[in-house]
């Protein structure tokens, strides 16, 4: 526990080679069954997650939803997550990080690449895009790390949210609209 929460604050710095830490991290979880991870971040999700959104994004995503804008989950937590998260939020999609399995269901340790982080964002993005039909330069990206910067770059709509200190001095040199979406609040359905 205590070096997950350390590989967060050394990721949300952008101070990390996070391809090396997932790697390391999945080597915990080999031969664990898909299903068998699956439940666990359900269960987590529930006790967590569930019933909780931020102010700002109910209000970012209804009105994107009103103005017919796909809404879609850009993550580089687990495919496991994003899917519960997706269907909770009712986002139209979502973009992660997937784990490979052997054949007998079990994670082998691996990933698929690119993964779903920096530079691995935006190429996911774009590819779904692409795939979808989405201009990503009309297109709006929230976040709150520096290290989404390369998606920031790509969308025509970057908007940081409760950024760190390094991405809120990017987004105030570049102009960018700055967000507060804090003190989550229920959220029914």
Same mark, same amino acid.
């Given at each position: 526990?205590?070096?997950?929460?350390?590989? =967060?604050?050394?990721? @949300?710095?952008?101070?990390?080679?996070?391809?090396?830490?997932?790697?390391?991290?999945?080597?915990?979880?080999?031969?664990?069954?898909?299903?068998?991870?699956?439940?666990?971040?359900?269960?987590?999700?529930? %006790?967590?997650?569930?019933?909780?959104?931020?102010? =700002?994004?109910?209000?970012?995503?209804?009105? @994107?939803?009103?103005?017919? @804008?796909?809404?879609?989950?850009?993550?580089?937590?687990?495919?496991?997550? %994003?899917?519960?998260?997706?269907?909770?939020? =009712?986002?139209?999609?979502?973009? &992660?990080?997937?784990?490979?399995?052997?054949?007998?269901?079990?994670?082998?340790?691996?990933?698929?690449?690119?993964?779903?982080?920096? %530079?691995?964002?935006?190429?996911?993005?774009?590819?779904?895009? %692409?795939?979808?039909?989405?201009?990503?330069?009309?297109?709006?990206?929230?976040?709150?790390?520096?290290?989404?910067?390369?998606?920031?770059?790509?969308?025509?709509?970057?908007?940081?949210?409760?950024?760190?200190?390094?991405? +809120? +001095?990017? &987004?105030?040199?570049?102009?960018?609209?700055?967000?507060?979406?804090?003190?989550?609040?229920?959220?029914?359905?």
């Amino acid at each position: 526990m205590a070096m997950a929460v350390l590989w =967060g604050a050394l990721y @949300h710095l952008d101070l990390i080679d996070i391809d090396r830490a997932i790697r390391s991290a999945l080597t915990h979880y080999v031969g664990v069954s898909e299903a068998e991870l699956a439940a666990n971040t359900r269960d987590w999700f529930q %006790a967590e997650v569930v019933g909780h959104l931020a102010p =700002g994004g109910a209000t970012t995503l209804a009105r @994107h939803r009103a103005l017919g @804008h796909p809404c879609v989950l850009l993550t580089n937590s687990s495919s496991y997550a %994003a899917e519960l998260a997706t269907a909770q939020f =009712g986002l139209d999609a979502w973009l &992660a990080n997937r784990f490979t399995l052997d054949s007998d269901g079990c994670l082998d340790g691996g990933f698929e690449l690119p993964l779903c982080v920096g %530079a691995g964002k935006a190429i996911r993005a774009e590819r779904w895009a %692409a795939n979808n039909g989405v201009d990503l330069g009309q297109s709006w990206f929230y976040t709150d790390a520096r290290s989404d910067l390369p998606m920031l770059e790509r969308v025509g709509n970057p908007v940081a949210v409760n950024p760190d200190p390094r991405l +809120r +001095r990017i &987004a105030r040199r570049r102009g960018w609209p700055i967000e507060d979406w804090r003190d989550a609040i229920p959220v029914r359905g």
